[in-house]
């Protein structure tokens, strides 16, 4: 077993699991369908590759958070909607759209280490576009880090406790990072509907998974390196 570390960070991210229509949510850290969705396209997989995708979605997620974002709201005006049934069209829909505003997450994934390689190799040189919950959020900085596969790690938790402070600098007197790990089925404090199966547009399909909240000590996380200051002040 090893741990791939993949950084998500932009201006806006969005990780909705719950809705869909008029009323787009997000939660307040990314999802396992949204992680494998990037997964996938940085590999170059479609939406029909039940294969790949199930390949994936049997890797173990852990998010550690060290900047939580702001919630924001997006007011959206759609004109000439296609009503489902029939050919009628409707003057326009009104939809609501959330989404976290300079949030930065470190994610870890816990798994095979020759699929962890791949997935590696993947991330630096990525054959689709990536993006952080929706196509028009891109990453601010590189979701790629050069020294994020540990080849002998076989603990989320300490892969997460261990990697470096993604800021550029530790205020005084800020609580510790919130850190969230998937358990195995049936245990840990919450439940999510966020494992993939299907990601085919016509039959999309999630199932549960669980997870369990800890934290990280802050104060304790080595310091972020030159690079990833670029763009997180």
């Known amino acids: 077993m090893a741990v791939l570390l993949l950084r998500l960070a932009g201006p806006m991210q969005s990780w909705g699991t719950q809705s869909r229509f008029t009323h787009r949510d997000t939660d307040l850290e990314p999802s396992k369908s949204g992680v494998i969705g990037l997964l996938c396209a940085a590999m170059g997989k479609s939406r029909d590759d039940l294969t790949a995708i199930k390949g994936l979605a049997g890797l173990k997620m852990g998010v550690r958070v060290d900047r939580q974002g702001t919630l924001q709201r997006d007011f959206h005006t759609a004109k000439d909607v ?94 510790d990072l919130r850190v969230e790990i998937e358990t195995e089925f049936g245990h840990g404090d919450r439940v999510k509907q966020d494992q993939p199966i299907s990601f085919i547009s016509a039959d999309r399909q999630f199932g549960l998974r669980y997870v369990k909240s800890e934290r990280v000590e802050r104060a304790n996380l080595p310091l972020a390196k030159e690079e990833s200051c670029i763009y997180l002040a």
Do not use: H, T
């Open 82 to 175: 296609i009503i489902a049934k029939g050919d009628k069209l409707k003057s326009a829909e009104l939809s609501n759209r959330f989404y976290l505003a300079d949030a930065c997450f470190l994610v870890g994934l816990l798994g095979n280490l020759r699929l962890l390689e791949k997935l590696q190799k993947s991330l630096a040189k990525p054959i689709w576009q990536m993006y952080l919950g929706r196509k028009a959020f891109v990453p601010g900085l590189p979701v790629y880090l050069p020294d994020g596969l540990l080849p002998d790690c076989g603990d989320l938790l300490i892969a997460l406790n261990n990697y470096c402070y993604l800021l550029p600098q530790r205020k005084r007197g800020l609580p």
